[in-house]
């Protein structure tokens, strides 16, 4: 994240589109406030290894400080969400219980964001826990927005984001040509590609208002600045016409 502020300082700014700053800690909130960002995001991980990695410090304290951190951004105008990351499980500990990550969750809406995500951080749910897991969320959380974020290591990420969309989630995470990844996770790959993802919602009959040739010509020009494949599919195959 290091050139961070350079992004932010070259991206225009029409009415109407808010950027969302990743941040990990205190020091990331007060940098991404000082770049103009207009919403932050900080993941609370579901393992005590995963969040030392990640992020240097326990489950306990890395709630700690996204309650310090969501109170700040309150006061500030900024516009707070958290995602509780690795909820699949977890490249060094394995399966993650549901029952934790519904704890999190709920010890994280204490903060009152504006929403909270599940994120599979290295790509193992099926469809079947995301159902079970947001349904319990539903129960635990009720009246909160909830987000959803999946990784495509092991090709599930656009059937979990089908099965999240059937179980009521509002939002999905998605990157275009399905670029992206987590340092701290071995094989980790990107998250689901954004046009792959916008083709499945529009044919399902969703409103997105979001422009899927666009999006498209732009997987395509970051494949060349890459100078590689990238997984995108829709990319290579192109749209299937409605008649």
């Given at each position: 994240m290091a050139d961070a502020e350079?992004?932010?300082?070259?991206?225009?700014?029409?009415?109407?589109?808010?950027?969302?700053?990743?941040?990990?800690?205190?020091r990331g909130f007060d940098r991404a406030v000082a770049a103009g960002c207009h919403e932050v995001g900080m993941p609370v991980v579901c393992s005590e290894t995963f969040s030392r990695r990640n992020q240097g410090m326990s489950i306990d304290e890395s709630i700690?400080?996204?309650?310090?951190?969501?109170?700040?951004?309150?006061?500030?105008?900024?516009?707070?969400?958290?995602t509780v990351s690795a909820a699949f499980g977890c490249p060094f500990e394995g399966e993650v219980d549901p029952a934790r990550v519904i704890d999190i969750a709920r010890r994280c809406a204490e903060g009152e964001p504006i929403e909270v995500a599940i994120a599979d951080t290295i790509?193992?749910?099926?469809?079947s826990q995301v159902t079970d897991l947001v349904g319990r969320l539903r129960d635990a959380l009720p009246g909160m927005p909830l987000r959803a974020h999946f990784h495509n290591t092991r090709n599930t990420g656009i059937a979990n984001a089908y099965a999240a969309v059937a179980a009521g989630v509002e939002s999905l995470d998605a990157s275009v040509g399905g670029v992206g990844g987590c340092p701290f996770a071995p094989a980790a790959t990107g998250n689901i590609p954004t046009e792959d993802l916008?083709?499945?919602?529009?044919?399902?009959?969703f409103e997105t208002g979001a422009s899927i040739d666009e999006l498209i010509e732009t997987g395509k020009w970051l494949q060349d600045q890459i100078g590689r494949p990238i997984p995108g599919m829709l990319m290579k195959s192109g749209v299937f016409p409605r008649i």
């Open positions: 350079a992004v932010m300082a070259g991206l225009p700014r029409p009415a109407g589109v808010s950027y969302i700053g990743l941040i990990l800690n205190r700690d400080e996204w309650l310090q951190i969501a109170r700040a951004a309150h006061a500030a105008g900024i516009k707070p969400n958290v790509g193992v749910g099926v469809p916008l083709y499945m919602l529009d044919r399902m009959g």
